[in-house]
T-cell receptor, first 114, second 118 residues
Framework: DAMVIQNPRYQVTQFGKPVTLSCSQT?????MYWYQQKSSQAPKLLFH???????NEADTPDNFQSRRPNTSFCFLDIRSPGLGDAAMYLC?????????????FGPGTRLTVT | AQSVAQPEDQVNVAEGNPLTVKCTYS??????LFWYVQYPNRGLQFLLK??????LVKGSYGFEAEFNKSQTSFHLKKPSALVSDSALYFC????????????????FGGGTRLMVKP
């Protein structure tokens, strides 16, 4: 089945130690998104890629970076995780053609910072 | 600026009873509206959407939603709730205000926790 895959599902890192979360998709969608979600709140968009074009949200901290080496893969890098970065990180994809406006989400990576 | 409101943090319903999860929106122009469900420690799952056409939209797992333009609402409904429907539900509207390669940005409501008791 076509899907969005996130690895790992659970990640523990130490305060200040860089961590990378990965997302892959078999849907061949040209848009990929990274969200941060804390304790059952609404997901907060960090950034998205439209093809290879990177689009950062204005309030996304510099500590968060992303890479998209090809259509299928996207990575979220947290350069120096703080305790406040502990959250669920969600990857999503969407095509950019009508009427397929919905986003398809991966299962998420739960990040713990110790 | 557009916005989505889910006025209830939690909805409690008995199994077998009908359920409604409320959503109201504020956008300029015609809205594209979505409902997602999130089970514990999982990502969001798409349930249904309204783009145009019939105001009653049917989706996955027996859910449906009614678009009401005059009341700017898009309430999620199900005729008979199951315990397995217990989850977090998010209403969202497509962001119509972006320019350029904006993809399909969504503005989410704050979420409503649905608790279905046996």
């Amino acid at each position: 089945d076509a899907m969005v895959i996130q690895n790992p599902r659970y990640q523990v890192t130490q305060f200040g130690k860089p961590v990378t979360l990965s997302c892959s998709q078999t849907l061949n969608h040209n848009v990929m998104y990274w969200y941060q979600q804390k304790s059952s709140q609404a997901p907060k968009l960090l950034f998205h890629y439209y093809d290879k074009d990177f689009n950062n949200e204005a309030d996304t901290p510099d500590n968060f970076q992303s890479r998209r080496p090809n259509t299928s893969f996207c990575f979220l890098d947290i350069r120096s995780p703080g305790l406040g970065d502990a959250a669920m990180y969600l990857c999503a994809t969407s095509p950019d053609r009508a009427p397929y406006y919905e986003q398809y989400f991966g299962p998420g990576t739960r990040l713990t910072v110790t | 600026a557009q916005s989505v409101a889910q006025p209830e943090d939690q909805v409690n319903v008995a199994e077998g009873n009908p359920l409604t999860v409320k959503c109201t929106y504020s956008v300029s122009g015609n809205p594209y509206l979505f409902w997602y469900v999130q089970y514990p420690n999982r990502g969001l799952q798409f349930l249904l959407k309204y783009i145009t056409g019939d105001n009653l939209v049917k989706g996955s797992y027996g859910f449906e939603a009614e678009f009401n333009k005059s009341q700017t609402s898009f309430h999620l409904k199900k005729p008979s709730a199951l315990v397995s429907d217990s989850a977090l539900y998010f209403c969202a509207v497509r962001d119509m205000g972006r320019r350029g390669n904006a993809g399909n940005m969504l503005t989410f409501g704050g979420g409503t926790r649905l608790m279905v008791k046996p």
